[in-house]
């Protein structure tokens, strides 16, 4: 395998590994350390439900990657010692700006904002992946915790 070859399935790796480090945003997931915590929950009421965009994490994961391959890749472009340093330079600066846009594209996702009235009157907005859905008017229960998190109200 030729040296691009082998930094094309490079970049090709990391890109799947920044794709499967995305956060979970799903109410329906907790974390190991969530397990035997105490959390308060009120009874709410959804009173607006709209779709958002949640941006992508920013780890540096992305950027490294793409600064290591665009310094390997650039270091081939100059003709002598000081063209090679040059371009490697070049090469990392640029593939650190498009390895941090790629990794932030690939954890981008979609959510719900919900503003959720609860009993005693007041309002919440609470931002959580898209599934499940809950629509306006629907009863709900607000958990809060480290991560609050709206679910069905199964009364």
């Known amino acids: 395998m030729t040296g691009r070859g082998l930094l094309l399935l490079s970049a090709l790796g990391v890109c799947a590994m920044v794709t499967a480090c995305a956060p979970n945003i799903s109410p329906d997931s907790y974390a190991a350390g969530s397990v035997g915590q105490v959390n308060r929950t009120v009874r709410g009421l959804v009173v607006s439900a709209r779709p958002v965009a949640?941006?992508?994490?920013?780890?540096?994961?992305?950027?490294g990657a793409g600064a290591?391959?665009?310094?390997?890749a650039g270091s081939?472009?100059?003709?002598?010692?000081?063209?090679?340093?040059?371009?490697?330079?070049?090469?990392?600066?640029?593939?650190?700006?498009?390895?941090?846009?790629?990794?932030?594209?690939?954890?981008?996702?979609g959510g719900m904002e919900y503003v959720v009235q609860t009993d005693n009157g007041a309002?919440?907005?609470?931002?959580?992946?898209?599934?499940?859905?809950?629509?306006?008017?629907?009863?709900?229960?607000v958990l809060y915790g480290s991560r609050s998190r709206i679910i069905a109200d199964p009364t």
Do not use: W, Y
């Not at 949640?54 to 950027?63: E, H, M, R």
């Not at 290591?68 to 390997?72: E, K, L, N």
């Open 54 to 63: 949640i941006g992508g994490t920013q780890s540096g994961l992305g950027a």
């Open 68 to 72: 290591v391959a665009g310094g390997a």
């Open 76 to 109: 081939s472009m100059g003709s002598g010692p000081r063209g090679n340093i040059i371009g490697a330079v070049g090469g990392a600066l640029v593939g650190g700006v498009i390895g941090a846009m790629a990794e932030d594209a690939a954890t981008r996702q």
């Open 123 to 141: 309002l919440l907005t609470v931002v959580q992946g898209s599934a499940p859905a809950f629509a306006v008017n629907q009863k709900v229960l």
